[in-house]
């Protein structure tokens, strides 16, 4: 009942209060409209003219990852996905001085990741990590069971391992050169099986 009469009385009220309010009132409803309408078009507009310069800026003032950051989570990625390890953590301009002296960071990915293929069980392990500078040196091991062909040598189902010393050069977030030392002869002797397995240690 109570109800019914304060209804009834907010009713009246608003038909005394005239056309006057009404429009006052759909004036400011039809300004937040107009506002949000204004503001929706804008942002992305905004968005859209920052050009490149804008862009750059951005990206320069975005902090990189530490030197030991990068190595880190780069040699992490052997356990994972390797090839977006080197897209993220190895520069696409790096200067390569692998094994056998420079090389092509693309035949470095495609080695590395035919041996993963090759060794079941394929395990990276990090000794040690040392930094000075800008410069990251890792003491690192991996091992596997070669169950594939490994650098056109066929399965023959021995433990395998290889391990090194390697020094990158990190600058932005990248590696930008990279240096590795290893027991690469004898790991492919251990695949060939001209070395008994389980004689070599990291």
């Known amino acids: 009942m109570t109800l019914e009469n304060d209804s009834e009385t907010a009713s009246v009220r608003t038909a005394h209060r005239g056309p006057s309010k009404r429009r ?70 790096l200067v390569l001085h692998g094994f056998n002296g420079p090389e092509q960071r693309k035949d470095w990915l495609k080695g590395d990741l035919n ?31 070669h169950r594939g062909t490994v650098f056109g040598i066929p399965a023959s189902g021995r433990p395998v391992q290889l391990s090194g010393i390697s020094i990158d050069r990190v600058i932005d977030g990248q590696s930008v050169e990279h240096w590795s030392e290893g027991n690469f002869g004898v790991f492919l002797d251990e695949l060939r099986g001209d070395t008994s397995p389980g004689t070599v240690t990291p």
């Open 24 to 93: 006052k009132v759909a004036s400011v409803v039809t300004g937040l409209a107009v506002a949000v309408a204004l503001t929706a078009t804008a942002v992305p507009a905004m968005a859209g003219d920052q050009g490149p310069a804008a862009a750059k800026t951005g990206q320069s003032a975005r902090r990189h990852l530490s030197p030991l950051q990068v190595t880190s989570a780069f040699y992490a990625s052997y356990n994972g996905d390797l090839e977006a390890g080197f897209n993220r953590y190895i520069s696409k301009n």
């Open 115 to 145: 041996i993963k293929a090759g060794l079941e069980g394929f395990k990276m392990t990090v000794l040690d990590q040392i930094v000075e500078g800008d410069k990251v040196v890792t003491r690192w091991s991996f091992a596997g069971v």
